[in-house]
């Protein structure tokens, strides 16, 4: 009984066996068919904001510490849209040693918030728009210089690897290094 309460709880449906309601079993229903009315639409989350979705690939944790110790996670959940050129954890561990260490220390606060603002540009900038671009003023004031060369894209030396990655404030491009001002 306790199965049955629980299958009808969590479909949203009342069991009515005695007027040939719906039931809940361990059986599996039949596939949908075309035209078939009771055939659910899959369900999609909105995108996440940027530093979500970037949290969520678990590739950026290096990202989010330092967006954290600059204290810009604030500013990437708003309303944006940005767009950003966002180094991997291994584009962080290609750093001289010693220097990441040393960025997240408090009292290096502004000069990190300002290589992580170097990565961020305002707007919404998608690949196809990236591609013509030769340069994009950052967050932080100076200019990424772009070239786009054989079919790859560098941003400031840095390869861009993967582009296009949806978030509710903006876009997401994924770049091989970190990009000092």
Known sequence: MKAAMYCAM?????????????????????????????????????????????????????????????????????????????????????????????????????RLSAILTYHVVRGKVVAKDVVSLSSAKTVNGKELRIVTKDGKVTVDNATVTKTDIECSNGVIHVIDSVMLP
Request: net charge negative; proline share 9%; aromatic share 4%.
């Open 10 to 110: 969590t479909l949203g449906v009342v069991v009515l066996p005695m007027i040939g309601g719906l039931a809940c079993s361990k059986e599996e229903a039949p596939p949908a068919k075309p035209g078939d009315t009771r055939a659910e639409k899959p369900v999609t989350a909105a995108p996440k904001d940027i530093v979500d979705t970037a949290v969520e690939a678990g590739s950026f944790k290096t990202l989010a510490a330092a967006l954290t110790a600059a204290g810009l996670v604030d500013t990437l959940k708003s309303k944006g849209p940005f767009t950003v050129f966002a180094p991997t954890d291994d584009a962080f561990a290609k750093l001289s040693a010693g220097t990441l260490d040393d960025l997240l220390k408090p009292e290096n606060k502004a």
